[in-house]
């Protein structure tokens, strides 16, 4: 079954209309220093405005513990949705309480209140159901719909994603539609040829989206800290990098797999081997033979793949009809280690069929490396919940909008 949509609502003028949004953004002093969340919840939010909705944002900001804490107060991600909606937006000082029953009373039709951080009631993420769906009452009591557009939380069987769904008439809203429906074409209908490229810190992060993929691409390009578990478990010494060991066997079992079914995984060649774990630290680029035998040994540590390996992924990138990243190819967060990423980025803006950039961190590298969500087919704004429907994971908060 299909989601249910935003049509499905019916006319939603002069309606109290909650959205659960993911404006879970990275705040440093106060400022929101990447508002790509917030941009993303822009074209729901403005369809609802513009059908005369009183609209009603919910969402969470990093992991308070079920009470308030100033630290993941909202109120600045309000002002900056403010500015890019170019209208005021009212704010609540708490989530249920008297504040927010103010603020979603004093809305006229097509304007917008933000209430303050979910999580700081322990409802939202109970274990216990009950009080996930006593919590989900009491957000209901402001809404005559829901709309879940917080593609970021759907693997969550929270209140606000989960109960509150099921209380009120709900539908997704356009972000979560989007993202289905290109996460759906990377699982099921994937035009060829079709590569992922795999990077990141951990192998372990991303077994589940290996085992399900192998079987459905042409190609897997692995890069970044997860590279070494791979290259150790062809025999290549690794020096200090990251590396996995418990994984070894696993990952030889891909490789074999991948073998049978003649799907190419592609190593890099060549790595940049860095004596510490430091933004200016020296580092040489040695041959994937050679990591040891740079200027540090084998306390060497490879932070980025090297310059051949990067213009071969960036080729077979290019070339590629369908392609999905997840993970960055080296420590972007520092200059010296983030070219092996910019090549991939820029390989994957040249992608003619559908290009997307899935992953918390690689998101918010690509817009770092100064990218825009633009020049991409598709950048997901769910890091954990864009893999686990990858794995084929069945996701609570898209279940309960009716999808199958
Ligand atoms: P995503 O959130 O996109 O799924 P991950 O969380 O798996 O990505 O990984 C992102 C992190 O991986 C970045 O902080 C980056 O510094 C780190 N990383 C990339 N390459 C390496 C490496 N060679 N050694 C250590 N860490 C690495
Ligand atoms: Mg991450």
Redesign the pocket.
């Known amino acids: 079954m299909a989601l249910r949509t935003l049509e499905n609502l019916g006319d939603l003028s002069g309606q109290r209309v909650i959205v659960r949004c993911d404006l879970n953004v990275p705040l440093a002093d106060g400022i929101v220093t990447d508002d790509g969340r917030i941009r993303a919840s822009l074209p729901t939010l403005n369809a609802l405005l513009q059908q005369g909705a009183k609209v009603i944002v919910i969402s969470h900001l990093g992991r308070p513990e079920g009470a308030p804490d100033e630290r993941y107060s909202l109120r600045p991600v309000a002002q900056r949705l403010s500015e890019l909606l170019g209208n005021p937006v009212a704010f609540a000082s708490d989530t249920v309480g008297t504040a927010a029953a103010d603020a979603v009373t004093g809305l006229r039709n097509g304007e917008l209140a933000v209430l303050e951080n979910l999580r700081f009631n322990a409802g939202e993420t109970a274990k216990d159901a009950t009080e996930r769906q006593a919590f989900a009452d009491h957000l209901a009591h402001f809404g005559d719909a829901f709309v879940s557009d917080g593609f970021g939380v759907v693997h969550r069987k929270h209140a606000s994603v989960y109960e509150l769904a099921s209380t009120i008439p709900s539908a997704a809203g356009l972000l979560i539609s989007a993202e289905t429906n290109v996460l759906d074409r990377l699982t099921e209908r994937p035009e060829r040829p079709y590569t992922v490229v795999l ?4 192998v372990s ?2 077994l589940g989206v290996i085992a399900h993929l192998l079987p459905r691409v042409d190609r897997i390009l692995v890069g ?2 997860m590279m070494f578990t791979f290259l150790a478990a062809q025999g290549h010494p690794v020096g200090a ?2 590396l996995e060991t418990d994984q070894l066997e696993t990952v030889r079992g891909y490789l074999a797999e991948a073998a049978e079914r003649d799907v190419q995984i592609v190593l890099p060649t060549d790595v940049i081997v860095a004596e510490r774990f430091a933004a200016d630290s020296a580092h040489t680029v040695q041959g994937i033979d050679a990591i040891e035998q740079g200027p540090a040994g084998a306390s060497g540590i ?3 793949i090297g310059p051949e390996t990067a213009t071969t992924f960036a080729d077979l990138v290019a070339s590629s009809t369908t392609v999905f990243w ?8 520092f200059a010296a280690f983030a070219e092996g990423t910019r090549s991939v980025a820029g390989a994957l803006t040249r992608v003619a069929g559908l290009g997307v950039v899935g ?5 918010a590298a690509v817009r770092a490396l100064g990218f825009t969500n633009d020049d991409f087919g598709h950048v997901s704004t769910g ?1 954990g919940a864009s ?1 686990e429907f990858l794995e084929g994971k069945k996701l609570p908060g898209l279940e309960v909008l009716g999808w199958q």
């Open positions: 990077g990141g810190s951990k992060d991303k970044g800290g990098s990251l490879g932070l980025d997840n993970g960055p190819m080296g420590v972007f967060e992953g918390g961190d690689s998101a890091g893999l």
